[in-house]
């Protein structure tokens, strides 16, 4: 009754193109779900089967406050495998009281029963909303007769082998998983059987059966050997927040990856793998009791080769103070700002956290609802510290640790309110400026004052290459490089140049923030995948090199091989080969 008034409103504003395409009916229930709508600022979904004679139809209604791009949500629904034939936007109501319906008559390429309507309904609220990834393997839903949420175990297994196998393209494997659409039911299947509680033995050795039995249509050899793959990183899974996480949370699969042969070396004791809408991560151990942190990366193709490399470096410099190293990694997809950084930070640290055994006034506590392997029990030691990106994140970290009730508290991320910060310290640049000072001091120079002239690896927004390069007010700093910008000054006014690098550490930025107008004459910031680079005769000069145009990896390479007192190298991601190695011997996929 109280709704009527509305309702009799509602239908005196009713266009004639809503009349033509929907039913009386369909009015009342709209002018109910629209307040539901405008309530919880969320995307609703309606599906219909559609008799067609031979062809088998589906129309999708989506409902929503804010009006959406046609082909943004014709793109979402083609990757469930549907066709969108037909397609019209329809106001629904006047001004902030209104809301759009989105009317799709789509193919599928199978009728849907009773049970497929709902969970394709609930595979495209999921997506529409963004709960869940849009990606091609969603088209599972409908093939396969798989849900939406075991279809991202599929697709965090997927991105697993991708960063473990650089060959991998996500892509090709992708349309190899659909190809062969029992395979990949039946790596589910085994998934399902290792992780889910309470699910009989039989459950795993019928997968693994018919895991096989599907594998002999496979035809080429790289299918099969992606696939074997796939089921071999199954095999090596330890744990799983999947049947504890809530919707929107981030999946984590935990690897012993000794048990993965096709694993570079090092092979870390353990791994946890995270996937998330819009984070995907990892984190490395090199032994039970680990220290190290965590990094943004800025690498969404090989974070994990980034991470394994420092997670090496941070066994060696544990090894005087812990047993060994740990280190973490991840990356951000379809979003920026610090804002949302942070939001997917905590997303990735609940994460980790929710696969983690915690203890309880002494006493081993297993995450609730997690099925744990014989050959990982009593795993409870995980702690992280600042990186790349997250100095200023170990409040947030502990914070978590603390909702959690993780035995580690505030111990859990050092730095923050109860530790030191890293990168205000800068523990790790002061340590390698004193080994530098003490050889340099033996050629009667001061490191710490002398005009030192110089070139660097990395930027001003890193601890260790800002650290550093803030520990000499009357440093030279000739050329720098990070994975984007070349940075070359001739000819450096050092009073302004270490001002200005000051300001890019504390505002966080590369070079590409640096204020060219303090470059000296012959210098200025170029872009590193550059074609060709014009070279000064005073930057010539500098470098020890007679070319006037060089592309941007060629001037890195002078770069690296210039005539000055220092080379800093405080960055990631720059590799040193034999001239019989390639770059994918040197685990270098960026560069290949």
């Not at 190899?176 to 299947?189: D, P």
């Not at 790289?222 to 990183?233: I, P």
């Not at 610090?338 to 994460?351: D, E």
């Not at 070139?455 to 550093?468: L, P, Q």
Request: glycine share 8%; aromatic share 8%; charged share 20%.
């Amino acid at each position: 009754a109280e709704r009527l008034p509305l309702a009799l409103l509602s239908l005196s504003q009713v266009s004639r193109l809503y009349q033509d395409l929907f039913s009386p009916e369909q009015f009342v229930q709209d002018v109910v779900l629209r307040e539901k709508i405008r309530d919880k600022e969320e995307i609703f979904i309606r599906l219909t089967a559609i008799k067609n004679g031979e062809q088998k139809m589906v129309e999708v209604q989506v409902l929503s406050k804010h009006s959406m791009p046609l082909a943004q949500m014709t793109e979402q629904l083609n990757a469930f495998s549907l066709v969108t034939m037909e397609q019209a936007l329809v106001p629904f109501g006047q001004g902030e009281q209104g809301i759009y319906i989105c009317k799709f008559r789509c193919q599928a390429p199978k009728i849907l029963h009773h049970e497929g309507l709902p969970r394709l309904r609930q595979g495209i609220e999921d997506v529409f909303n963004q709960r869940v990834d849009h990606d091609p393997l969603n088209a599972l839903v409908i093939l396969c007769g798989l849900t939406i949420q075991d279809v991202q175990v599929v697709i965090t297994l997927r991105n697993h082998l991708a960063q473990l196998m650089p060959s991998v393209s996500v892509g090709a494997l992708s349309q190899i998983l659909i190809k062969y659409r029992q395979v990949s039911v039946a790596l589910f299947r085994l998934f399902e059987g290792k992780h889910r509680p309470n699910m009989p033995v039989t459950h795993e050795v019928q997968a693994q059966a018919d895991f096989e039995f599907a594998m002999r249509e496979v035809q080429s050899l790289q299918e099969d050997t992606w696939l074997r793959a796939l089921g071999e990183l199954v095999q090596a899974s330890l744990r799983t927040n999947v049947w504890q996480r809530q919707v929107g949370e981030a999946l984590a699969i935990k690897v012993d990856t000794s048990a993965i042969s096709f694993a570079p070396d090092p092979k870390p004791y353990r791994e946890i793998f995270v996937h998330g809408r819009h984070v995907e991560g990892v984190h490395l151990r090199a032994g039970k009791i680990a220290r190290g942190g965590l990094r943004y990366s800025d690498r969404p193709t090989d974070f994990r080769t980034e991470v394994l490399e420092l997670m090496v470096t941070q066994v060696v410099k544990n090894g005087q103070i812990v047993p060994t190293g740990a280190k973490g990694g991840f990356v951000i997809r379809d979003g920026s700002g610090a804002g949302f950084v942070l939001a997917q930070y905590h997303l990735f640290i609940r994460a980790l956290l929710s696969i983690t055994d915690n203890r309880v006034v002494g006493k081993l506590m297993p995450p609730h609802g997690v099925k744990i392997a014989d050959e990982d029990l009593d795993d409870a030691y995980l702690v992280v510290a600042a990186d790349k990106g997250t100095a200023r994140y170990s409040d947030d970290a502990n914070e978590e640790a603390l909702k959690a009730e993780f035995w580690l508290g505030d111990a859990f991320a050092s730095g923050g309110s109860y530790g030191y910060d890293h990168k205000a310290f800068g523990i790790t640049a002061r340590g390698a400026w004193v080994a530098a000072a003490h050889h340099f001091a033996r050629l009667g120079v001061d490191l710490w004052q002398d005009e030192v002239c110089a070139v660097g690896i990395g930027d001003m927004g890193g601890d260790v290459f800002g650290n550093g390069m803030l520990l000499n007010p009357n440093m030279q700093l000739v050329a720098a490089f990070n994975h984007q910008h070349i940075f070359l000054d001739p000819n450096p006014n050092v009073a302004a140049s270490f001002a200005e690098r000051k300001r890019l550490f504390d505002d966080v930025q590369g070079w590409g923030g640096y204020d060219t107008s303090l470059i000296g004459q012959g210098g200025g910031v170029f872009a590193r995948n550059a074609k060709s680079i014009e070279v000064s005769v005073a930057m010539q000069g500098v470098l020890g090199i007679t070319e006037a145009k060089l592309s941007g990896e060629a001037l890195i390479r002078a770069i690296l091989q210039a005539p000055v007192d220092l080379l800093y190298n405080g960055g990631i991601g720059t590799y040193v080969k034999a001239s019989d190695e390639t770059d994918m011997d040197a685990q270098d996929p960026a560069n290949n």
